[in-house]
Nanobody, 124 residues
Framework: QVQLVESGGGLVQAGGSLRLSCAASGRTFSSYAMGWFRQAPGKEREFVAAISWNGGTTYYTDSVKGRFTISRDNAQNTVDLQMNSLKPEDTAVYYC?????????????????WGQGTQVTVSS
């Protein structure tokens, strides 16, 4: 069982930066691949970024490549998402997720556990 709690969301102007953090409970955190998803109003939840259990492999959706960076600290049971050069279209609720496979967690069905989400709003 893994419980996930996101933090770090907020309101920022276009071009600004935010750092989201996801704190995980449970002694098996280091065995999970971790991912970030987002859901904008009226839209489906979509994949943003994923990282393997040891941090050696990362994936990003095309729209955030070069702007967002996912990282993890297995000693602290945290996974972060550094978001730079934010755009109004990045506005969404951001969710942290844990799954058994770095490949499969790039889809909603590949996530075994979800956080409650944190709101990110980017103003133009």
């Amino acid at each position: 069982q893994v419980q996930l709690v996101e933090s770090g969301g907020g309101l920022v102007q276009a071009g600004g930066s935010l750092r989201l953090s996801c704190a995980a409970s449970g002694r098996t955190f280091s065995s999970y691949a971790m991912g970030w998803f987002r859901q904008a109003p009226g839209k489906e939840r979509e994949f943003v970024a994923a990282i393997s259990w040891n941090g050696g492999t990362t994936y990003y959706t095309d729209s955030v490549k070069g702007r967002f960076t996912i990282s993890r600290d297995n000693a602290q049971n945290t996974v972060d998402l550094q978001m730079n050069s934010l755009k109004p279209e990045d506005t969404a609720v951001y969710y942290c997720a844990a799954g058994r496979s770095t490949v499969l967690i790039r889809s909603i069905s590949g996530a075994d556990y979800w956080g409650q989400g944190t709101q990110v709003t980017v103003s133009s």
